[in-house]
């Protein structure tokens, strides 16, 4: 997606080498709120600096339940390591889609942390 600055930033940081996570899979869906089946809304890798621009436009973004799934298990296989997380699944609420949110994912390959940004 491009134009406007998505309202929903991510960024992934691998904590254990301390530099970004670069090409992470990941995938954005949105809840249906009356039978709460998620729907894929995008998905995306992370570039060279960990993030993933673009990954909702502000005509998307409403008031809701999403879910950012990131492909950890991947990311570490191709480092030649094993993950005890095959994927990290962030689950969080929007009430106002007016204000901009980053929910970033710091991993290792035995833990997994996460807040949210502005």
Not at 55 to 71: A, M
Not at 81 to 110: A, M
């Amino acid at each position: 997606m491009s134009g406007s600055p998505s309202p929903l930033t991510t960024h992934v940081l691998n904590t254990a080498l301390g530099v970004p996570g670069s090409n992470v899979t990941l995938r954005l869906y949105q809840q249906d709120p009356s039978t709460d089946v998620w729907h894929l809304i995008t998905t995306g890798t992370t570039n060279d600096d960990g993030r993933c621009p673009g990954l909702i436009t502000q005509q998307q973004f409403k008031s809701g339940v999403y879910k950012l799934h990131f492909e950890t298990g991947q990311y570490w296989a191709r480092m030649g390591q094993t993950s005890f997380y095959p994927y990290v699944e962030i689950v969080f609420t929007i009430t106002d889609p007016e204000q901009k949110y980053h929910v970033p994912l710091l991993v290792s390959r035995f833990s997994y942390s996460t807040y949210r940004g502005s």
